[in-house]
């Protein structure tokens, strides 16, 4: 194993960014790990959140251009279940098409909606943030601790076992 890929989470954060935006990654990664939501190295560029044997979400990170994209995994919610404020933050971060594309047979966790608002190609990997900001990491804490929690209720119609995409 290279040693880029020993490196944890908190030693890539603080080898690109510095000042605030580090900070906060720090928190948020120290969040997930308070929270039992432990990201493991899946790739060179990539680790993967994860909770009971399911992914909640991915953070990718380009070494090249300096940039983080933390993509929450969503499942069926209710309208109810996040805030207005936070919804408005997740349907502006709501990506056009479905990230994997049209007609890809993996995708097995197709949403019709998302937190109450209709579309026509969405799915659990549809909405993802590039290097947050402070609100934008809140948002992403709610998302994932929804995800953690109708997992560990045994509610989650959205399955994504821990070995997705091997």
Not at 75 to 95: H, Q, T
Not at 148 to 163: H, L, Q, Y
């Amino acid at each position: 194993m290279t040693e880029k890929l020993k490196l944890k989470i908190e030693d890539t954060i603080s080898d690109l960014f510095d000042g605030e935006i580090r900070g906060n990654l720090l928190s948020f990664i120290a969040y997930l790990r308070e929270n039992k939501m432990n990201p493991s190295r899946s790739s060179a560029v990539s680790y993967k959140i994860s909770c009971k044997g399911f992914v909640v979400g991915y953070i990718r990170v380009n070494n090249d251009d300096g940039t983080l994209l933390i993509t929450p995994f969503l499942d069926v919610y209710d309208s109810a279940s996040l805030p207005d404020g936070l919804k408005e933050i997740v349907w502006a971060k709501k990506r056009i098409g479905r990230p994997c594309g049209e007609g890809c047979h993996k995708c097995s966790h197709i949403l019709d909606a998302i937190f109450g608002k209709e579309y026509d190609d969405a799915c659990g990997q549809s909405v993802s943030f590039m290097n947050p900001s402070a609100s934008e990491l809140e948002c992403i804490k709610e998302l994932l601790t929804l995800r953690r929690d109708t997992i560990k209720s045994g509610k989650a119609k959205c399955g994504i076992p821990i070995n997705y995409g091997k």
